[in-house]
């Protein structure tokens, strides 16, 4: 299957269950008042509490001058501080537990389509497939983020190595000191971009195997690794997939931007452009899953790697 096969197949999945799109919209509008209960109450009272009105400058020069002196506030209102701390991190346990919760199930729809062309978008079987996946899915993006960690403190490293090679060149010329800057700063970025390129592309292909092949959370990564090493051309294929949502974005902030500079009615505008914009990133960003999954189902786990078969083909 070539990649130009697995983008046009993501589309026709994506285009069947297009109520994915909505069911993502949907989570957007529950994390929105999610924060507003979690959250802005909570922070509301506090600020009346304080004394603070957000409605001018003067607002804003309180909020600095509280920050300057943190530890008179911390002792007389801990409590306080101790509910807003708490509300926050429920309202991030919730949004993270709502995301797996719906990631997983777009990624069993998408997958069951691909099983079986005739099958039909319907809200029970994206429940049931979510509810089968949480906890794997759970797993798997619990692992995935330790690795983006541990590897964020390997680049870490790798930087504060380079400023020190650096410091110590300049000491001695400064024209070594710009070209070993320059250089090791271009590897520091290229390996960067390398990394975080091969790191979603095991995630996206690791989802695959765990739907696919039902393996837990550990075992799909390392089956998604080696499916990138046996089969390069995924990472291709995720690339450009990732290339084209990055420029996709690039013009809808290009286009949204005017909106902001009309005065009063502006961001009442842009609001409706916002969530357009959204629903596209959506269904672009499950257009990726979609192609992907196509092209690791039909070279991993049929085998056939030039074309899909004629159900597929046949999707509207």
């Known amino acids: 299957m070539s990649s130009l096969e697995a983008i046009k197949d993501g589309f026709r999945v994506v285009h069947r269950n297009w109520q994915l799109v909505l069911v993502h919209l949907c989570m957007v509008i529950i994390n929105f008042f999610g924060f507003f209960i979690f959250v802005g109450i909570p922070l509301a009272v506090a600020l009346i509490i304080f004394g603070i009105d957000l409605t001018g400058i003067k607002g804003i020069k309180d909020i600095f001058d509280l920050l300057r002196n943190p530890s008179e506030i911390i002792s007389r209102y801990l409590g306080l501080i101790i509910i807003i701390v708490v509300s926050f991190l429920i309202y991030v346990l919730l949004v993270a537990t709502l995301g797996i919760y719906v990631l997983g199930g ?29 906890m794997r899915m759970l797993g798997f993006t619990a692992a995935i983020g330790l690795i983006l960690i541990s590897l964020t403190f390997v680049l870490g490293v790798l930087g504060g190595g380079i400023a020190a090679i650096v410091s110590l060149a300049k000491s001695q010329d400064s024209t070594l000191a710009l070209f070993l800057g320059v250089f090791f700063s271009l590897v520091l970025i290229l390996i960067a971009i390398t990394l975080i390129l091969v790191i979603l592309s095991t995630t996206i292909y690791g989802a695959a195997a765990l ?36 420029i996709a974005n690039f013009f809808l902030i290009f286009l949204g931007y005017p909106f902001r500079l009309i005065p009063v009615i502006g961001p009442i505008i842009s609001f409706p452009y916002q969530l357009m914009s959204y629903a596209l990133q959506t269904y672009l960003g499950l257009v990726i899953i979609g192609a992907t999954f196509t092209y690791y189902y039909f070279t991993e786990i049929l085998g056939e790697p030039q074309t899909p078969p004629n159900s597929l083909k046949a999707i509207p």
């Not at 777009?106 to 996946?133: C, N, P, Q, T, W």
């Open 211 to 246: 739907f696919f092949k039902g393996t837990g959370p550990v075992k799909s990564i390392r089956e998604a690794l080696r499916y990138l090493s046996i089969c390069p051309n995924a990472l291709w294929l995720y690339t450009i997939l990732f290339a084209g949502y990055l």
């Open 106 to 134: 777009s990624v069993a729809i998408i997958g069951r389509s691909l099983r079986d062309a005739a099958l039909k978008f319907s809200m029970h079987a994206f429940f049931s497939e979510a509810r089968r996946l949480f």
